[in-house]
């Protein structure tokens, strides 16, 4: 059954909301129904509620939690002692000290909790139950209870969730999601030192990035599921027992949406079964169900908005007799989506910066008074200003010019299925125009939904650019996203440049982001690979620390923490990395004075070589390498790739039949293909044009890989092979495995071994 949600406009926040920093605060509704907090940009928090018979929005107070810097992060936990819900907001409120921790009530703006902790950086995730507070920053995971430290984590991967589930009975087991793909579930470590370091109880491989998880539970149940989102658009559940994991369920991103960012779950049609709610990065909010005894949650309500979701919570806010979904945008809107086709409630209009509510000509005569009070602020700054230059001495004359910092939100992340990076630029005010410069090759291609004109440049190469785009925004423009196509093997920067329209004294104001594009960009970090490969391997040896090692791979690898991980003793530090176009790994292993690195395909080994060997000259260091090639897994990879190329030489046929089949049912008429195979592919033309469009030349980019094997191969033996590409690529035209495979047999150097056909 599908779920019919009203769309209504509650109130807007000042500034900017960041991810998971507005919560439903479940409670006695009273005549405002249930209260609503926002923690912003500015570091203020604000809560309030919708007054049941007025329908206006009355704020129950405001406060500066954060001079300085934003609320980074928010949860609703019972206080200590009572059942009464308080809000925890997380943030550093001085620039000295280390990260913050406050608590408010419902109706009091001092807080009754104000906790400096020893992180040095602002609190980016937190939860709390009772005297638990679980609290990290990007770096650092740190149990407290009670505010004295239980334990913490300093993974190698920044931390991207944190939460806790209850095992044997009420005892709680902090969880701790990070960048290298894991969520890692943590208990105590047995008889050292509170404050030590947590032992890891499990370690749970997750199918991408992790972007949010909370826990999961229905009703009174134990709360022992963790409900998990990624960065390429994955749900999944997984339920967390003392003897074993247990995968419930996977949501693939089919249609290709965005991250999902925030979620929540709430029982929105009171059946007795709880909804799922998730909110992404792309403006979609969806709503899933998992009826009793089904496997896969079904989806039953989807909307989309042209901002981010920032949060999703759950409650009775507009109305205390009905549930509904509210969510708050990157700009700061608060929207609710209900089940209730209700009077919206008055939207609230500012007098001397203070929200008041009444008909449309009190708000009007409210915004005239607000305006000649601004006006006269300005003239009044004027004068100040006008009073401090020197007519006598024109060269002292200062000119005074304010200017503004533009908030954007940004977002580079790698989307394994078609092998490209989604670039999600969001500003807080209007975009006129960006660039896209960068100093190495790539490909830019355009999103269907953006409203922006793209203009290919000639790429200025005295100084380094390969690429530059100018792209023209459409009015009202705010967000703009873009799909990057790099080639593996060229390291350099995107440099975007942010343009809003407005001006200061006639000035622009621009922001500048920067994203390294690694060697090996289109590989991602694995934990489990099942599959025997004949490995190639190339061996440095030499006085080399970890820590320069692991720096050297930083640069190299993505998914790599900024520090190496912690092992016990001398046991090696082991990491697995999977290319998403060839289906290829590079496994790595460094100690103390040797890096190994192992792959099954050379042009990986090749790739490698060149960069590392670029470093060590840098740094003046000798480090002497060793090469063993093996000839196995030539074959290996060229039959690994055989069954996608197959499929994509099918489709690509399959199109063009589809184009002329079309043409003949346009002028001869529908019905007159009677082929049963012709017909299927009139049938399914459509699916077959979006799989086209889905993976991006994939059957280039394939051949563009046997082309780099056999060149790579064939170097690192000593040999030239560029006499025989073009005779590579005819025969890529004519794609036979077996024929290839004996290609690759052939030495290049020796024309007299080569067939006939290929010279």
């Known amino acids: 059954m599908d779920l019919s949600l009203q769309q209504v406009e509650y109130t807007e926040a000042r500034g900017t909301i960041r991810t998971g920093c507005m919560r439903v605060v479940p409670g006695d509704a009273g005549t405002t129904g249930q209260k609503v907090a926002i923690g912003n940009s500015d570091g203020e928090l604000r809560v309030f509620g919708i007054h049941q018979t007025s329908r206006e929005v009355v704020d129950s107070y405001r406060t500066q939690a954060f ?7 928010m949860c609703i936990a019972a206080i200590p002692g009572s059942d009464k819900k308080a809000i925890f907001v997380g943030g550093k409120a001085h620039s000295d000290t280390g990260g913050d921790v406050k608590g408010y009530s419902r109706r009091k703006k001092a807080p009754f909790l104000d906790f400096t902790t020893h992180i040095a950086d602002p609190i980016a ?133 965005g991250s999902i960012d925030t979620m929540d779950f709430y029982d929105l049609d009171e059946d007795g079964i709880s909804e799922i709610v998730v909110g992404r990065s792309d403006g979609h909010v969806e709503v899933f169900r998992i009826e009793r005894g089904a496997t896969q949650p079904l989806k039953c309500a989807d909307h989309e908005f042209s901002e981010s979701i920032t949060s999703v919570s759950c409650g009775a806010v507009g109305n205390a007799n009905h549930r509904e979904v509210l969510l708050s945008t990157y700009s700061g809107r608060i929207i609710g989506l209900t089940l209730n086709d209700s009077t919206p409630p008055k939207l609230p209009v500012k007098e001397g910066g203070r929200e008041v509510a009444g008909n449309n000509e009190q708000r009007v005569q409210a915004l005239k008074k607000e305006i000649e009070e601004l006006q006269g602020r300005v003239s009044s700054k004027r004068r100040e200003l006008d009073s401090t230059k020197t007519p006598d001495d024109p060269d002292s004359m200062i000119e005074y010019i304010a200017t503004p910092y533009v908030e954007v939100k940004d977002d580079f992340s790698f989307q394994e299925a078609e092998g490209n990076y989604l670039l999600q630029l969001e500003s807080q005010v209007n975009v006129d125009y960006l660039t896209l410069r960068a100093d190495t090759t790539m490909d830019i291609l355009d999103v269907d939904k953006n409203t922006i004109l793209p203009s290919k440049c000639a790429p200025d190469q005295e100084r380094g650019s390969q690429v530059l785009y100018t792209f023209r925004c459409q009015p009202n423009t705010r967000r703009v996203q873009l799909k990057i196509r790099p080639i593996e093997g060229q390291q350099g920067t995107l440099t975007v440049t942010m343009v809003p329209t407005t001006a200061v004294n006639g000035r622009k104001v621009a922001r500048e982001l920067n994203y390294p594009i690694l060697p090996l960009c289109l590989h991602r970090i694995i934990h ?73 395909n050379v042009s990986t080994l090749s790739i490698l070589k060149e960069f590392v060997g670029k470093r060590i000259a840098e740094r003046r260091v000798t480090l002497p390498s060793t090469l063993e090639l093996n000839e196995e897994s030539v074959p290996f990879m060229l039959n690994l790739l055989h069954d996608r190329i197959c499929h994509q030489i099918s489709l690509s046929q399959k199109l063009h039949l589809w184009e002329a089949l079309k043409e003949v049912e346009l002028s001869e008429g529908k019905g007159t293909v009677t082929s049963p195979e012709y017909k299927e592919i009139l049938e399914h033309g459509d699916e077959l044009l979006k799989e086209s469009e889905g993976s991006n030349s994939l059957g280039e980019r394939l051949f563009g890989t046997i082309t780099d094997l056999y060149i790579d191969y064939y170097r690192m033996e000593g040999v030239d092979s560029k006499k025989r590409i073009d005779a590579l690529l005819v025969l890529l035209d004519n794609y036979n495995l077996d024929k290839l495979l004996q290609f690759f047999k052939t030495d290049p150097s020796n024309p007299a071994l080569w067939p006939e056909s290929t010279k």
């Open 125 to 257: 995730q937190m939860d709390v139950h009772e005297l638990e507070l679980y609290v990290a920053s990007d770096s650092m995971f740190t149990h407290f209870h009670d505010c004295e430290e239980n334990g913490f984590l300093a993974p190698a991967n920044r931390i991207s969730g944190v939460t806790f589930v209850s095992m044997d009975g009420d005892e709680k087991y902090p969880v701790v999601a990070c960048d290298d793909r894991l969520m890692r579930v943590l208990r105590d470590a047995g008889d050292q030192d509170k404050q030590g370091p947590k032992d890891i109880l499990y370690e749970v491989e997750l199918p991408g990035l992790p972007r949010s998880i909370i826990p999961f539970c229905e009703m009174d149940a134990p709360r022992n599921d963790v409900l998990y989102g990624t960065k390429d658009g994955r749900l999944g559940l997984t339920g967390i027992s003392r003897t074993k994991i247990r995968q419930r369920f996977c949501l693939q991103n089919e249609k290709k949406l």
């Open 67 to 73: 001079k300085g810097s934003a609320v980074g992060c």
């Open 528 to 600: 489990t690979d099942q599959v025997e490969r004949p490995l190639s391997t190339l061996k440095y040896s030499g006085n080399v620390s970890v820590e320069e090692i692991h720096a050297l791979l930083y640069t190299c690898l993505p998914n790599i923490g900024e520090r190496p991980q912690q092992v016990s003793g001398n046991e090696d530090i082991h990491v697995v990395f999977q290319s998403a176009i060839t289906k290829t790994v590079v496994r790595v292993t460094y100690r103390p004075n040797e890096l190994i690195l192992e792959s099954d």
